[in-house]
Nanobody
Framework: QVQLVESGGGLVQAGDSLRLSCSAS????????MGWFRQAPGKEREFVAAISWSTGDTYYADSVKGRFTISRDNAKKTVYLQMNSLKPEDTAVYYC?????????????????WGQGTQVTVAS
């Protein structure tokens, strides 16, 4: 079992930056691909970014490419999402997820564990 807890969300202005953290407990996450998703009100949960357990390769949604950076520190069992140049359309609840490294990049349905989410609100 892996428990995931997100933190770092908040209310910011357009153009600001935020760094989200996802802390894992239970099993080590070193064997897991890790991902970030987001869900805006009235919309489906959508993929944001992922990082491979084996190569450190990263993968981003087109909407955040060049603005967001995913990283991981396996020793600290933590995954980060650095978000720069935030836009009002980035407003959503952000979720961290873990996939037991079967395919790359993993589909949303591949993820085995999910956190409870952290709210990010970007004011215009």
């Amino acid at each position: 079992q892996v428990q995931l807890v997100e933190s770092g969300g908040g209310l910011v202005q357009a153009g600001d930056s935020l760094r989200l953290s996802c802390s894992a407990s239970g099993r080590t996450i070193s064997r897991y691909n890790m991902g970030w998703f987001r869900q805006a009100p009235g919309k489906e949960r959508e993929f944001v970014a992922a990082i491979s357990w084996s190569t450190g390769d990263t993968y981003y949604a087109d909407s955040v490419k060049g603005r967001f950076t995913i990283s991981r520190d396996n020793a600290k069992k933590t995954v980060y999402l650095q978000m720069n140049s935030l836009k009002p359309e980035d407003t959503a609840v952000y979720y961290c997820a873990a996939d037991y490294g079967r395919t790359w990049p993993p589909a949303k349905s591949d993820y085995d564990y999910w956190g409870q989410g952290t709210q990010v609100t970007v004011a215009s």
